[in-house]
């Protein structure tokens, strides 16, 4: 592997993370989505560069793929859904746990993450791609548990989501190696149904309980 | 001209035959259906539609399984797709209640149409999501490419999501999004499992030339995977699959979906739904136990088990919402189901399969009937419901049978399959986990039935104007809403006693995918 390859697999692999920190930062939902966008287009150049390392065509496809779902078409439809909402776009976090809290929990996870990909697969003989890859991709995993968690509104748990999901796809992409170009094209397809299925349940809920808090969702129990 | 007939002759080579091209045309069939609802936009087409498909997919199934029971395994698209006993076993409930489902949307939802809850708009995206989720949980079990089988589930979350939405109601809205939001990152995690079990696949037979995801391929060749990758892949796969699957402390979500969503759907996702999770994690556990040996994922199958029966024991004794109490004793049964197999053996295993088929039985019968007495009665709380025979006499007594059915009485099918869960359990020397579900069983037994007989015996409150005239006229609400029931209720009934060859030849050959052995 050459000098080149191995510094451009950490470069990408770190902007990665840098652009999950963007989305933890962010107050506002226009915020959250330019910051996933950011950090859909890294990924789709981490796709690359999985592509050039092992060769395979179709993950350039899968780039590509990713490039034009989740760097485009994903945000504007977000975007448009909470244009449709009053006041959607300047929605306060107002987020159970502070930004500069939220900041340092993300670095923590970042660090378990690192921690337990060491760990875990401490036997397996992983190559540079994997290396490199399968932290971050653990690491966005628990930032999008977090982000979901840690903040009221209904659209914050989609753009978790959607940062889980981001993770999945490096994590398939690092270890399958595009053997499975199909299989990222459902796991796409599967993203963008069910970011068209939140955000028509997320303009209901905004019609029927006047707001996007989910702590207003808690009718349904036995007591 | 020589041109285009190789062409056509290569094409027609690629296109696979016989038994394959079935599991291609059952798939079409609903996709089909849903084309022509959504296009046609009627009310009464869509309905001919639907259960025109429905009956196809039986036939078409019913023709794939009897292949499967004579002893070949159907593969089909470079083994992308295969279908053999545990996947035949799974996939005939789905076309079956599928079928009778389709029966009871007819009455269930020309109800709600007539009572201006639902309007056109909606029956159109209703029928059209039936079929798609139809399609959908057929994908399963036919999927040997272990991330065809993960895309299919995530998909049967999102159409499930889009029918439980149909109403606009406060609690469909917020059943809908915690059903989304737990089931897609629990199928997160799962995800995660699938892609370490194809890495440990993949780094242990690099020379393997088909696609390294492929079911078939980590089973046959489970021995060589890395132990260390497969134990934490097959607990990301249990927790994953195991939260769509309704096993507790991932149940959260079912409830309050199976609570909410239109009956048929509710059956659907109850009987069935449930089924082809339990259905994945069962094919890992194939894979862990090849690797690791049965202990591990045994034990991890135990407790998630106990625990599920433990807190449905709980849930059942307080539910008030009657289709909850339902959902709660859905957890049940996917934890008595868990038990079985983790209690494992030629017994065991019998005993979890046979119990899938007749939990999807019985629990659509059930939800059939809560269904329709809801709509008689204007309420799903059960202290509000009272009489059911006295007032609607057919369904009142399919509801006691299903009831009964439900909590394990004997002679019905439930009461055979939890028996035989105990005895290998017994027999396998888990004497305090079997004597744990006897307590539990019995629990379960006394708060179901707690609700049951009030519901079904008590006397009709005369003053309650029920919103379709008086609860004193004798009404059972058509012919469409009962015989949907009736089918469900005989074969509840008859399994009790008595199991077709067939079935007991695919169970067995079933066990015998689960236990390694090479089919006769």
């Known amino acids: ?223 | 001209m020589v041109m285009w007939g190789l062409y056509v002759d290569s094409v027609l080579g690629a296109l696979p035959s016989g038994s394959a091209a079935l599991m291609v045309t059952v798939l079409l069939t609903p996709a089909a259906a849903a084309a022509f609802v959504a296009v046609t936009r009627r009310k009464r087409l869509a309905e001919a539609a639907t259960l025109i498909s429905a009956l196809l997919v039986v036939l078409q199934v019913a023709g794939l399984a009897a292949g499967v029971v004579a002893g070949t395994r159907v593969s089909g698209f470079g083994e992308f797709l295969s279908l053999d006993a545990l996947g035949a076993l799974v996939m005939i409930p789905i076309a079956g209640v599928g079928f009778v489902a389709a029966l009871y949307s007819v009455n269930y939802m020309g109800r709600q149409y007539e009572r201006g809850i639902v309007d056109d708009r909606h029956i159109v995206r209703y029928y059209a999501g039936f079929n798609v989720f139809i399609l959908t949980m057929m994908v399963v079990p036919l999927a040997n490419n272990t991330g065809l089988m993960w895309v299919a589930i995530e998909a049967t979350t999102l159409i499930s999501v889009f029918l439980i939405m149909l109403y606009t109601t406060e609690g469909a809205i917020e059943a809908a999004w915690k059903y989304l939001i737990v089931a897609t990152v629990g199928l997160s995690l799962a995800l995660f499992g699938i892609i370490l079990f194809s890495y440990a696949y993949s780094t242990a037979a690099p020379t393997s030339s088909g696609s390294a995801m492929n079911w078939t391929g980590m089973a046959a060749d489970a021995r060589m995977l890395d132990p260390a990758i497969v134990k934490v892949a097959f607990v990301f796969v249990l927790v994953g699959l195991g939260t769509k699957a309704g096993l507790a402390p991932m149940h959260t979500w079912l409830p309050d979906a199976h609570g909410e969503a239109p009956s048929p759907v509710s059956a659907l996702l109850s009987g069935v739904l449930l089924n082809c999770a339990i259905y994945g994690v069962l094919r890992f556990n194939i894979i862990a136990s090849g690797t690791l040996g049965p202990s591990f994922p045994s034990e991890l199958m135990i407790g998630l088990g106990l625990l599920s029966m433990g807190i449905a024991a709980a849930s059942v004794y307080f539910a008030k919402d009657m289709k909850r109490m339902l959902a709660y004793s859905s957890v049940e049964h996917m934890g008595i189901i868990s038990l079985a197999v983790g209690f494992g053996g030629f017994v065991g295993l019998f005993a979890a399969l046979f119990h899938i088929i007749n939990h999807a039985t019985a629990k659509p019968l059930m939800f059939f009937a809560s269904g329709t007495v809801s709509q008689r009665f204007g309420t799903k709380t059960m202290s509000e419901i009272r009489g059911v025979i006295k007032v609607m006499p057919f369904t009142g007594a399919l509801l006691l049978v299903g009831g009964l059915a439900i909590v394990g009485m004997p002679p019905f099918n439930i009461f055979a399959s939890e028996f035989l869960a105990l005895t290998s359990g017994f027999a396998g020397g888990q004497f305090m986990a079997a004597s744990a579900m006897i307590l539990l069983l019995v629990l379960v037994f006394a708060g179901f039935i707690r609700q049951l007989v009030p519901m079904v015996f008590g006397s009709p409150s005369s003053d309650r104007s029920a919103p379709l005239g008086s609860t004193e006229r004798k009404d059972d609400m058509g012919m469409l809403a009962v015989l949907p029931m009736v089918i469900l209720a005989t074969i509840v009934v008859v399994l009790g006693f008595y199991m077709p060859q067939p079935l007991q030849t695919l169970i067995r050959d079933a066990v015998h995918v689960i236990q390694g052995v090479p089919s006769s």
């Open chain 1, 1 to 223: 592997m050459t000098t080149l390859l191995t510094d451009l697999i950490t470069l990408s692999a770190a902007g990665l993370l840098i652009a999950t920190f963007g989305v933890v930062v962010r107050r506002s939902f226009v915020g959250w989505v330019s910051a996933y966008r950011y950090q859909s287009v890294v990924l789709a150049a981490s796709t690359a560069v999985v592509g050039y390392s092992t060769g395979f065509w179709d993950i350039y496809a899968a780039a590509l793929l990713t490039l034009v779902v989740k760097a485009e078409v994903i945000p504007r439809l977000l975007v448009r859904v909470t244009s449709g909402v009053e006041g959607g776009l300047k929605m306060e976090a107002n987020p159970y746990v502070s930004i500069r809290l939220s900041v340092l929990v993300s670095a923590l996870l970042v660090a378990l993450s690192y921690a337990m990909v060491g760990q875990i697969l401490a036997s397996a003989k992983l190559d540079a791609l994997a290396q490199a890859y399968l932290p971050v991709s653990v690491s966005l995993f628990f930032i999008g548990l977090f982000a979901m968690v840690s903040r009221r509104t209904a659209l914050n748990q989609v753009v978790g989501l959607l940062i889980i999901e981001n993770g999945l796809f490096l994590f398939t992409t690092a270890l399958t190696r595009g053997v499975s170009l199909i299989i990222e094209v459902g796991i796409l397809a599967d993203a963008l149904v069910g970011v068209v299925i939140s955000a028509a349940l997320l303009t209901r809920m905004s019609r029927t309980f006047d707001t996007m808090d989910t702590g207003s969702l808690e009718k349904l129990k036995d007591d």
